[in-house]
């Protein structure tokens, strides 16, 4: 084990924290690591919501051109910011035990979710499901890494900001102030850790194998299946999870309008040996059902 995988990362303390997390597992079994991070392009403009960026994939980016250069081995994402096809020559490695899917508002008080507010996200499909919920609402864009969010919540006089449990919860920022949003869908592969790797590279592969668990793994292929096929390429207020209990696979997956006015749902529940292709079926019944003419009305606004 003479060779020194070298980890890319973004330079957040959320995802240092999870590169550092990759980092001690593979030393923990024997090899030797090395941290590169590297500032992805999501995080140098913070002011313009990522739809109107109009780039695939942009807080991996910056990471997939290193790996391409050879500068480094590895890479470890959060999985929901991760394109559902990754670059020619990248693989996906591991993925690893999934965290808290939830998301979360934290707020200044609950007195306005019975009158008037205002919650921040940068996420459309926050947006949409908070509007769909709350139609009388106005939602801000909120943009930046966990902590430069947290603080422009508390310097803005907005009701509540949203935010993945998850990651609050592993670098220990989650405030008292807030509540659980049990009936908001989290984004494809939400609150799950992925490892990618260079195709090529089977010294790493081996390597990173060892970290994955299976059960996140099908949870997440499912949830990023239903994803690719609705999107065809373009942004849009997609839900999708996938959870496993006793060899049974239960599945919801819903398609949104921008405003939230319009929601499609799918519901499923199939045998976990059975679990091949349901994203991909659930996503269909979604487009025969008005989602190919909501998905064209959601491309034509965002590229208006």
């Known amino acids: 084990m003479s060779k020194t995988i070298r980890i890319g990362t973004r330079d957040s303390e959320l995802a240092l924290w999870q590169a550092n997390t990759v980092k001690n597992k593979l030393e923990a079994l024997g090899y030797q690591t090395k941290l590169l991070p590297v500032k992805s392009t999501g995080d140098l403009n913070l002011d313009q919501p990522l739809y109107e960026m109009g780039i695939t994939g942009i807080f991996t980016k910056t990471l997939d051109v290193a790996m391409v250069k050879d500068q480094i081995d590895i890479a470890v994402h959060s999985m929901k910011d991760v394109p559902t096809k990754l670059p020619n020559g990248i693989v996906q490695g591991a993925v690893l035990p999934r965290a808290n899917v939830s998301d979360i508002l934290i707020h200044k008080g609950l007195d306005f979710l019975a009158a008037e507010g205002t919650i921040a996200t940068g996420s459309l499909r926050r947006k949409a499901q908070w509007l769909n919920r709350y139609p009388t609402h ?8 966990v902590n430069t969010r947290l603080q422009k919540l508390e310097d803005n006089d907005w009701n509540g900001a949203i935010f993945a449990a998850a990651g609050l919860e592993r670098i220990n920022l989650k405030p008292e102030n807030f509540i659980d949003l049990d009936w908001m869908i989290p ?47 373009c942004t849009a207020p997609i839900g999708a999870l996938a959870t496993i209990t006793n060899e049974t696979v239960e599945f919801t997956g819903a398609l949104f309008s921008l405003d939230g006015k319009t929601k499609l749902e799918e ?14 079926k659930a996503a269909k019944a979604i487009l025969s059902n008005g989602g190919k003419e909501l998905m064209a009305n959601i491309k034509a606004k965002l590229n208006a």
């Open 267 to 280: 519901k499923a529940s199939f045998s976990l040996n059975n679990y091949k292709n349901q994203g991909e």
């Open 138 to 145: 106005q939602v801000e864009n909120l943009r930046g890494n």
């Open 187 to 233: 984004a494809p592969a939400q609150g799950a850790m992925l490892i990618v790797a260079k195709e090529n590279d089977d010294f790493c592969k081996e390597a990173v194998a060892q970290l994955n668990d299976k059960n996140t793994a099908i949870c997440v292929e499912i949830e990023r299946e239903f994803l690719r096929v609705l999107e065809g390429g």
